[in-house]
C-alpha cells in the first residue's frame, strides 16, 4: 500500500490546487473543494505571498479541521518549506509540494533530498512529501533515465510529483509510465494538463492529481463543475 492508499484511503485522489488571488477568493475556492467532495487540497504562493497563504492554512483549518491541506512556497528549498510552514501553522502542515526534490540520477549524493529527509526527522513530520521529479522548468530527465529517476527519488520522497511540459500542458502518458516503472511501491502524481477528458490517459500510472488550470473557470477561481467532473473521471 503506497502512502497515497495510506493516508486518503483510496487508490487515487485529486488534491485541487488553488492560486490564491486574495484571502477571500482563496478561501471561496476551498469552500468550493470541500463542497465538491475532494479530499484535500495545495495552496501555492502565486498571489498571494508565502505568509498570507500559511495564514490562509489557518484559517481554512479552523472551517474544516478534517481537509487536508498542503502547500507549495515556490522560492523554498523543501525542507525550509517544510520549517516555515509548521512554524507559521501551529505545527501542522498535511503536505509540502516542492517542483524539485533535488534528485539527480546522474550523482551519487543527493544532498538537497538528504536535507529534506533530516528536517522531518528532526521536526517529527508525518505528513506526505511530493517531490518534483522531471518537472516542469527543471532540468530535463531524457526518457530512458526515468526508472533509475524514480527508484532513487523513491528513497526521499512520498509521492513522485511529475508534469508536462508547461502548466496546463498534458504530460506524455511513455514518460508518467516510465517513472511508474521504476518507483516500485511508491506513489505518483501528475500536476499539470489533466482534465475530465483527458485522465483516463494517467490513471494506470499515477495516484494523485494536482490539478488548477484544468478546473478554474479563470486564474485562482475553482469551477465547481469542472471540479465534480474530474473527480467522477478519476474515480472511473
Known amino acids: 500500500m503506497n502512502r497515497i492508499e495510506q493516508v486518503f484511503g483510496v487508490s487515487r485522489v485529486v488534491l485541487p490546487v488553488v492560486h490564491p488571488l486574495g484571502r477571500r477568493e482563496a478561501l471561496h475556492s476551498i ?18 505571498g508565502e505568509y498570507e497563504v500559511l495564514d490562509v492554512v489557518v484559517e481554512a483549518r479552523t472551517r474544516y479541521p478534517a481537509l487536508w491541506i498542503g502547500v507549495n512556497l515556490l522560492s523554498r528549498r523543501p525542507a525550509e518549506a517544510l520549517e516555515v510552514a509548521l512554524d507559521h501553522c501551529g505545527g501542522r502542515i498535511d503536505g509540502i509540494w516542492s ?23 528532526a521536526r517529527g513530520w508525518s505528513g506526505l512529501y511530493f517531490g518534483g521529479v522531471a518537472f516542469k522548468y527543471q532540468r530535463e530527465v531524457p526518457l530512458g533515465d526515468l526508472g533509475r529517476t524514480a527508484a532513487i527519488a523513491a528513497r526521499y520522497v512520498d509521492v513522485l510529483c511529475t508534469s508536462g511540459p508547461g502548466t496546463g500542458q498534458a504530460a506524455d502518458p511513455e514518460r508518467l509510465r516510465a517513472l511508474h516503472a521504476g518507483a516500485g511501491d511508491a506513489a505518483i502524481a501528475l500536476a499539470s494538463g489533466v482534465t475530465a477528458d483527458n485522465a483516463h490517459l494517467y490513471t494506470p500510472h499515477a495516484h494523485a492529481f494536482l490539478v488548477g488550470t484544468g478546473i478554474e473557470a479563470r486564474f485562482g477561481v475553482i469551477d465547481e463543475a469542472r471540479l465534480t467532473a474530474l473527480l467522477r473521471a478519476i474515480a472511473n
Not at 473543494?33 to 498571494?48: E, H, P, S, T
Not at 517542483?99 to 526527522?121: H, K, S, T, W
Open 31 to 48: 469552500d468550493v473543494v470541500q463542497r465538491a467532495g475532494a479530499r484535500g487540497l495545495f495552496l501555492i504562493d502565486q498571489g498571494l
Open 99 to 121: 517542483d524539485n526534490a533535488g534528485v539527480d540520477e546522474r550523482a551519487v549524493e543527493q544532498p538537497l533530498a538528504e536535507e529534506f529527509v533530516a528536517m522531518r526527522r
